[in-house]
C-alpha cells in the first residue's frame, strides 16, 4: 500500500487586539553555530520606546508521535548534555535545508527507530520558547508502523527506542518522568496523552525543588 500523509499546516489565527508587532531597528549577529544563531536586536515598541532582544534563531523540526496498532506509542531516551539528564522523548530532530515538515519527520522515526509509517496526519505546531528562541516544531502522528531496518542515527547521537502503553506513557507523565516539553505537548496534540490527571496536580507534580 502506498504510504498515505495528510498535513494539517497551521495558520495561525489572531484574534482582534490593539497591540501591535515590535519594529525592527537593528539586528546585531553575535554567535553563529551549526545548529543556531544568536542575535540581539533592537525594537521599538508600540508606545515609542525601545528594547532589546536576545534572539536564538533555529531552523525548527518535527516531532513524531508513532502509533502501533494496539495503541502503544513509540518512545527513544537518549542523554542531553544541557539538561543533565537521560530523557524520554518522542522521535524529534531539526529540519535540514530544502526539507519539507514532513520529510523531516520520516527521516527522524527511520534514523533514530528504524521504523517507518504508512499514514501521517500533521496535529499541530509550537514555539518551544517564543520569548527568545524562534524555533517551531512541528508535530506528526504517525500509524501503520512497520520496521524494514535498524535504526541509524546521526554520529553523535546515542539513542535507544522502546515502545510504551498509553497507560505506561500517562504512568511516565504524571509521575514527572517525561520531561521533554515537545514530547508532552506531541503526545497531548496527537491524543496519546490526556492531560487530565486523576488527582489534583497529578503525582509527580508538587511545589518542591527537582
Known amino acids: ?20 508587532p515590535e519594529a525592527l531597528i537593528l539586528s546585531r549577529e553575535r554567535f553563529a553555530g551549526r545548529l543556531i544563531r ?14 532589546e532582544r536576545e534572539v536564538v534563531h533555529h531552523p525548527g523540526g518535527v516531532g513524531v508521535i508513532a502509533v ?42 527511520s534514523e533514530e527507530t528504524g521504523y517507518a509509517a504508512e499514514t501521517w496526519l500533521g496535529v499541530g505546531a509550537t514555539f518551544l520558547a517564543p520569548g527568545y528562541s524562534t524555533e517551531l516544531l ?25 515502545s510504551f502503553s498509553r497507560g505506561e ?12 516539553a515537545k514530547t508532552l505537548a506531541g503526545l497531548a496534540l496527537a491524543g496519546a496523552l490526556s492531560l487530565a490527571p486523576s488527582t489534583p496536580g497529578g503525582p509527580g507534580w508538587s511545589n518542591t525543588e527537582p
Open 138 to 162: 512541528w508535530y506528526f502522528r504517525a500509524t501503520g508502523l512497520t520496521k524494514p531496518g535498524e535504526a541509524h542515527p546521526d554520529p553523535d547521537e546515542e539513542v535507544e527506542a522502546r
Open 68 to 109: 502501533d496498532d494496539d495503541g502503544s506509542v513509540l518512545l527513544v531516551r537518549q542523554y542531553r548534555h544541557p539538561a543533565r539528564e537521560l530523557l524520554w522523548e518522542i522521535p524529534a530532530g531539526g529540519r535540514e535545508p530544502g526539507e519539507s515538515p514532513l520529510e523531516t519527520a520520516r527521516r527522524e522515526l
Open 38 to 51: 544568536i542575535t540581539v536586536d533592537r525594537v521599538r515598541l508600540q508606545s515609542g520606546s525601545e528594547a
Open 1 to 20: 500500500m502506498i504510504p498515505t500523509a495528510r498535513v494539517a499546516y497551521p495558520q495561525a489565527e489572531m484574534s482582534r487586539s490593539n497591540l501591535l
Open 169 to 180: 506513557v500517562a504512568d511516565l507523565a504524571f509521575r514527572g518522568q517525561l520531561r521533554d
